[in-house]
């Protein structure tokens, strides 16, 4: 047999051979073990969570992890472990990391039980914004590298712990300030004011007091049309969601209860915490329980229900997952809506 012709079989046999080939298999996704359950009080609730939706845990093995936030230049989520002054990375397939250190106590020594970061939150420059405990502010991280600090007092007097924030379109900054990265809290000798505030930043800098009605102030978010901004109370006295109407000076006007928790904290763990909403203005709002979805007229519709207290939660992905902090727990739940904003 000649060279040429022996040639000529090895070449058809080989493209025999790539067309009976079998495809390469594709990664199997990772099977995340679940956690807890979803009610429905609510036939709408159906158009929000799916029926056979579940709560996976993507992360555990954390003392009370925060302030999640969705990085859509990563494609990751970011959220504050502020017992441990980090933030930490969470993407799809990779391995958890440390994504900052320290994260909210660049001091010496030990300073608190949660000295880190808690409220994250990206500016339009995709620049991520935290609310510091140890350092006491509202801080950005610069793309060239380095911080720089927003706000760290009001009228010359430190602020507490600066807990959790959101962004406004235009860029202005809403946050709340109660006292819980204090050493001894609202006890400790360190603090300068004797209320927790609910503060606005402007883009000039100046920092305007909101309002000093709420003992406990905590998570921060706007209704879809930024009129409304809600504010929980983590206070079990008055675990309460706050409603109040913005004014076009960025001020707040008279505020109303939107979701009264204070029953359920009796037999339920956790307290209104974490604060979302979609694009329909539904809020999704950490409390007794789990999550509490309620509809823009306060109608209760359900709840993605926990057997351990719920802290935060950020949407991300395509803007229809929402991804849940709690207790020792990252989470997640798929979702037929979007968050405001996606």
């Known amino acids: 047999m000649d060279q040429p012709f022996l040639l000529c079989l090895l070449g058809v046999a080989s493209l025999l051979l790539a067309h009976v080939a079998p495809a390469r298999a594709q990664p199997t996704p990772p099977v995340y073990p679940t956690l807890g359950s979803i009610i429905r009080d609510q036939p709408a609730m159906d158009?929000?969570?799916?029926?056979?939706?579940?709560?996976?845990?993507?992360?555990?093995g954390f003392t009370w992890p925060e302030g999640p936030v969705w990085s859509k230049q990563e494609g990751a989520l970011l959220f504050s472990h502020a017992p441990q002054n980090v933030i930490y990375r969470w993407k799809e397939g990779e391995p958890l990391r440390e994504y900052l250190k320290p994260a909210g106590?660049?001091?010496l020594g030990t300073?608190?039980?949660?000295?880190?970061?808690?409220?994250?939150?990206?500016d339009k420059q995709g620049q991520l914004v935290a609310c510091e405990h140890g350092d006491r502010r509202i801080s950005v991280l610069l793309k060239d590298g380095g911080k720089r600090t927003?706000?760290?007092?009001?009228?010359?007097k430190r602020l507490n712990s600066p807990n959790d924030l959101v962004i406004k379109s235009n860029g202005d900054i809403y946050f709340t300030d109660p006292p819980y990265g204090l050493p001894e809290q609202e006890k400790d000798p360190r603090r300068e004011l004797d209320?927790?505030?609910?503060?606005h930043i402007a883009k000039s800098g100046k920092v305007t007091l909101l309002t000093q009605d709420l003992t406990r102030p905590n998570g921060v978010a706007f209704s879809p049309d930024e009129k409304t901004l809600y504010v929980t109370q983590s206070d079990p006295k008055r675990?309460?969601?706050?409603?109040?109407?913005?004014?076009?000076?960025?001020?707040?006007?008279?505020?109303?209860?939107f979701f009264d928790a204070t029953p359920l904290t009796k037999e339920l763990k956790g307290m209104p915490d974490g604060i979302k909403v979609d694009r329909q203005g539904n809020v999704f709002t950490t409390g007794p329980g789990g999550v509490h979805i309620l509809g823009p007229d306060g109608t209760h519709l359900g709840r993605i229900s926990?057997?351990?207290?719920a802290a935060n939660l950020a949407w991300g992905d395509d803007g229809s997952t929402l991804y849940l902090t709690a207790s020792n727990y990252l989470c997640r739940v798929r979702t037929l809506t979007k968050g405001a904003g996606w």
């Open 195 to 199: 209320f927790s505030g609910v503060f």
């Open 111 to 122: 300073y608190s039980k949660e000295p880190g970061s808690n409220g994250l939150a990206f």
């Open 150 to 156: 927003l706000a760290d007092s009001y009228e010359g």
């Open 47 to 60: 158009q929000l969570v799916a029926p056979d939706a579940e709560i996976e845990v993507l992360a555990s």
């Open 306 to 309: 926990l057997p351990v207290a």
């Open 105 to 107: 106590y660049t001091g």
């Open 239 to 257: 675990a309460v969601v706050m409603a109040y109407p913005v004014r076009e000076n960025g001020s707040l006007g008279k505020g109303r209860v």
